[in-house]
């Protein structure tokens, strides 16, 4: 009897294979984003970026779709998000406009890198604490967006990018920061995406798919960039006085308990009227 609950006790060993294996996928794109680069092919190193982001969202909801997320699989996909979201499109801007600025351009390089690293930790020790509506600081695949689309988008007009080297490494300096920041970005985990919507939505879909096949590169520059933009507009105006700790601080800082207590109050006092 103690052998067998023991061994009832005892944890299945293995590893979830259609989660990690859409993990694996998105890795895979991160690694060949730089293999292109690095040779020069930087449209397709962009879209390989694009195609990372595809699969990234797919493994988190095809695990919670059929019950098997585990440890593992968690930590595998920070790894995996590193690498196409940090090292993939530090070194793609890198080889692209950077590598002839000097220290200004590996250091810029560096501090995306970097910051990545320090979002993606962050992110981990917030999960179950945070407000799930917002994201504390621009998301990692968010800032790979701004700088994939703008490399997708020069090349594609045929410029130079070294002839962009302070440009682009300011941008990349911005994008970096914006994710150690504290400034908040609508997650959009509010939405629900299984309730009914009218006719004319589906169309608009439609639509957006054939304006994005027409100018993806045009569309996908316009949004990542008004998205990275909306932080510290969205921070402003949900904060009754924007304090530092509003922009740049400690975990404990960026509560934004302000906010949080008048909600309560209105919840209360609406609850009290009724």
Do not use: C
Not at 168 to 188: C, E
């Amino acid at each position: 009897m103690l052998n067998k609950n023991s061994s009832e006790q005892t944890p299945t060993r293995g590893i979830y294979l259609l989660p990690n294996l859409l993990t694996t996928a998105g890795l895979f794109s991160g690694f060949f984003a730089v293999v292109s680069s690095m040779n020069g092919h930087f449209e397709s190193a962009s879209i390989a970026i694009f195609i990372a982001m595809i699969f990234d969202g797919l493994d988190g909801r095809v695990a919670r779709m059929t019950n098997t997320q585990s440890e593992f699989g968690a930590e595998y996909d920070s790894m995996a998000d590193m690498v196409s979201f940090g090292i993939a499109p530090g070194l793609v801007v890198y080889n692209w406009a950077l590598s002839g600025m000097g220290k200004f351009g590996w250091l810029a390089a560096f501090v995306f890198v970097a910051a990545a690293a320090l979002r993606l930790a962050r992110f981990n020790t917030q999960v179950g604490v945070a407000d799930k509506r917002y994201f504390q600081g621009l998301a990692s695949p968010a800032a790979a967006g701004v700088i994939a689309s703008l490399v997708w988008l020069g090349t594609e007009y045929q410029l130079n990018g070294q002839d962009f080297g302070i440009v682009m490494g300011v941008i990349t300096i911005v994008s970096g920061l914006l994710m150690v920041s504290n400034f908040r970005y609508n997650s959009f985990k509010d939405v629900d995406w299984k309730g009914k919507v009218n006719f004319i939505v589906v169309l608009l879909i439609v639509l957006v798919f054939v304006i994005v096949a027409a100018s993806p590169a045009e569309l996908l520059t316009v949004i990542f960039v008004l998205y990275a933009s909306s932080g510290p507009f969205t921070t402003i105006r949900t904060v009754k006085k924007l304090k530092l700790e509003h922009v740049v601080g400690d975990d404990e800082d960026a509560e934004f308990t302000s906010t949080k207590n008048e909600e309560n109050v209105d919840k209360i006092d609406s609850e009290k009227e009724k």
